[in-house]
């Protein structure tokens, strides 16, 4: 059986267009490549925004706590019992530095033997 090899033909091109001339690889990787830098410098853009709205949140919250703070320092130093507190605790103190003095046995001496 003889088959007949017909010549390839391209296909036609469509109506109005000229046909594209093909491009080498070296232009097509570099419309890969500045699409996927697109994508990513969009990415980054994105990421950055959440951190920049996470770490202002994180600093309300930093600020709002350091207030609590500060106005509960100022209502403890307004207390009035605090003196007394102050003293009681003094005391408590000087009571536990007594109780190490006497709880604390003495250093061994050691006997020195004639020669």
């Known amino acids: ?3 007949k090899a017909t ?3 391209p296909a036609p091109a469509s109506k109005g267009k000229a046909p594209m001339p093909p491009r080498t690889l070296d232009e097509e990787m570099k419309d890969v490549e500045s699409s996927d830098s ?10 950055l925004k959440k951190t920049h709205r996470d770490m202002a949140r994180m600093q309300d ?8 703070v500060t106005r509960l320092q100022q209502m403890i130093q307004q207390n009035p019992e605090r ?3 102050m003293a009681l605790q003094q005391e408590v103190n000087t009571l536990r530095a007594a109780a190490n003095i006497i709880t604390t046995p003495p250093p061994r001496r050691t006997r020195e033997t004639p020669t």
Not at 38 to 47: F, I, P, S, T
Not at 61 to 68: I, K, L, T
Request: glycine share 0%; net charge negative.
């Open 83 to 85: 003196a007394q507190l």
């Open 61 to 68: 919250a930093f600020n709002n706590n350091a207030a609590e």
């Open 1 to 3: 059986m003889a088959s």
């Open 7 to 9: 010549p390839a033909t």
């Open 38 to 47: 697109d994508d990513d410098a969009a990415e980054l853009a994105k990421k």
